[in-house]
Nanobody
Framework: QVRVVESGGGLVQAGGSLKLSCAPS????????MGWFRQPPGKEREFVAS????????RYAESVKGRFTISRDNAKDSVYLQINSPKPEDTAVYYC????????????????WGQGTQVTVSS
């Protein structure tokens, strides 16, 4: 279990762009598959994207394919989510977490979550 600190959220207009960042606090992301998840208002948390340690290889939820890009900088021990052409339905609190090393690379690994970063998309 590694504590994470998410940042970069805010208010963005539909069609704009935003970049989220995630860094560890008191640990390292080294060796982990890392991912982004989100929780829209009144809904359950859902998978957004994941990136492997080496490769790197990425996986995306269908709803964000072609608009979101996940990346990582292993030298800086950070993970990023570039949000392009956001839609109002992308409004959510975005969380960073390690991802279970399974075929789908979409299930969170750590049981504790950071505070997340709020993304609000205006139409």
């Amino acid at each position: 279990q590694v504590r994470v600190v998410e940042s970069g959220g805010g208010l963005v207009q539909a069609g704009g762009s935003l970049k989220l960042s995630c860094a560890p606090s008191g640990g390292t992301f080294s060796g982990y598959v890392m991912g982004w998840f989100r929780q829209p208002p009144g809904k359950e948390r859902e998978f957004v994207a994941s990136v492997t340690w080496r490769g790197p290889f990425t996986r995306y939820a269908e709803s964000v394919k072609g608009r979101f890009t996940i990346s990582r900088d292993n030298a800086k021990d950070s993970v990023y989510l570039q949000i392009n052409s956001p839609k109002p339905e992308d409004t959510a609190v975005y969380y960073c977490n390690a991802v279970q090393n399974t075929a789908t690379y979409s299930r969170p690994l750590w049981t504790s979550w950071g505070q997340g970063t709020q993304v609000t998309v205006s139409s």
